[in-house]
């Protein structure tokens, strides 16, 4: 077996022998196993400069510089804006006579001897509310929120200037929680409205109000949101939202612009606590000037009415209904003798468009609604046991509501109030 083998193994000895001679004596040609093994560049590629080699020629990348940052635009100080406007900012404090709670005792004749029958009037008190307003003329009207003189007997508005009245009440518009007073006195500041539309988020904003009752005063925050709705606060909702802080009294109150313009009407804040949380809502100047002209003129807010309940259209109610999407909503209620009815809405049906318009959001359509005139007619597109269809409806006109905001309205799963 060694003989049959022996022929083979010096040639491999000595071809080993032969390679590492070779390794030695030329030691560059030995594989680097932390080489580079991407493939060499091919012809008309830019490879990278080896070290020391010089660099190569390119033009830098063409970027957009944003403008530095510019803090010398507002003012230093918001005194020109307050001297503006706070003197057009009142407090308005409303008081009510209520029945005093009579102790069972009372009715006892064994006891009615002890008391004196004839004093009445120990079995009424009075509530006294405190609020703000704004003097948007020269003529004396005020502009205020609703649950600020509801159910008032007796309405007393102070000027910053000292003076005080009583105010009449002009009209009131629940669902959007506005009122409108007149004060009868002379030489009246007033303040100027702005275009609430042209607000932008970002812009700074101050409140003026008699938050607490201690009096006049003045808080600076920003625009933070605009167009804010589903909070539960009114029917109809389309607030600005600031962190200037609102607490209770600022009600009524002005919220302005650098200028000292009227953005809107401080009306709620939202918060776990009950004091300011820097979320505030306003509504928008441009609202509360549509609302008081009618309120005005009108003696109340006209506003197209169907005649329906509405209710939002979930995806797994769609489904039921055979829609593909949840567009539309389900009418849950037709008002007897309504422009519905008459038009042959039924409690059931699902809204798909009005007129031209698809529903996308129940409470918006709800105030689409509000907007269109009464007499008008409107085509609508509802879907009846999987069909189809087009009615034909004349809105009417939307009857005055018995609706009314509490003193304390909360946001859902959130406590909050109107201030």
Do not use: C
């Amino acid at each position: 077996m060694q003989r049959f083998l022996l022929p083979y193994v010096w040639p491999v000895i000595a071809g080993v022998l032969i390679a590492a001679a070779l390794l030695l004596a030329f030691p560059e040609r030995l594989p680097n196993p932390f080489a580079d093994s991407s493939p060499p560049a091919s012809e008309g590629s830019e490879a990278a400069p080896a070290a020391g080699d010089s660099a190569p020629e390119r033009t830098a990348p063409q970027i957009q510089e944003a403008a530095p940052l510019a803090r010398d635009q507002g003012p230093a100080s918001y005194a020109d804006a307050v001297s503006q406007a706070a003197p057009a900012v009142v407090n308005v404090y409303s008081s009510r006579i209520v029945e005093r709670d009579q102790h069972p005792l009372m009715s006892d004749p064994f006891f009615e001897q002890f008391f004196d029958n004839d004093d009445t009037t120990g079995q009424q008190r009075m509530l006294s509310s405190l609020g703000s307003g704004v003097i948007v003329s020269q003529d004396g009207y005020v502009l205020t929120n609703h649950h600020v003189i509801q159910g008032a007997d007796q309405i007393q508005v102070a000027l910053r200037d000292g003076r005080e009245t009583l105010a009449n009440v002009i009209g009131t518009d629940p669902e959007s929680d506005l009122a409108v007073l007149r004060i009868p006195l002379d030489n009246l500041p007033s303040i100027k409205l702005s275009d609430s539309e042209a607000v932008t988020v970002g812009d700074v904003a101050l409140a003026i109000g008699n938050p607490f009752g201690v009096g006049q005063t003045v808080t600076m925050g920003i625009i933070s949101a605009t167009g804010r709705s589903h909070l539960g606060l009114s029917a109809y909702e389309d607030f600005i939202q600031t962190d200037a802080a609102i607490n209770p009294g600022n009600s009524g109150g002005a919220l302005i612009n650098p200028d000292g313009a009227l953005v809107g009407i401080n009306t709620a804040i939202f918060s776990r606590s009950g004091g300011s949380q820097g979320i505030g809502f306003a509504i928008p100047a441009n609202l509360a000037h549509g609302i008081m002209d009618e309120l005005v003129t009108q003696g109340r807010v006209i506003r197209g009415w169907l005649g329906i309940e509405a209710q939002a259209l979930s995806r797994e109610l769609a489904a039921s209904f055979g829609l593909r999407t949840p567009q539309g909503m389900i009418v849950a209620g037709v008002v007897q003798d309504g422009p519905a009815e008459r038009a042959g809405l039924q409690p059931g049906d699902v809204l798909l468009a009005l007129g031209d318009e698809p529903i996308l959001d129940a409470r918006s359509t709800m105030s689409d609604i509000a907007e269109l005139t009464p007499g008008a007619e409107l085509s609508l597109t509802i879907v009846r046991s999987g069909e189809k269809k087009e009615l034909e409806l004349t809105v009417g006109e939307r009857p005055l509501s018995a609706r009314s905001l509490p003193p304390q309205q909360s946001l859902p799963s959130q406590p909050t109030a109107p201030r």
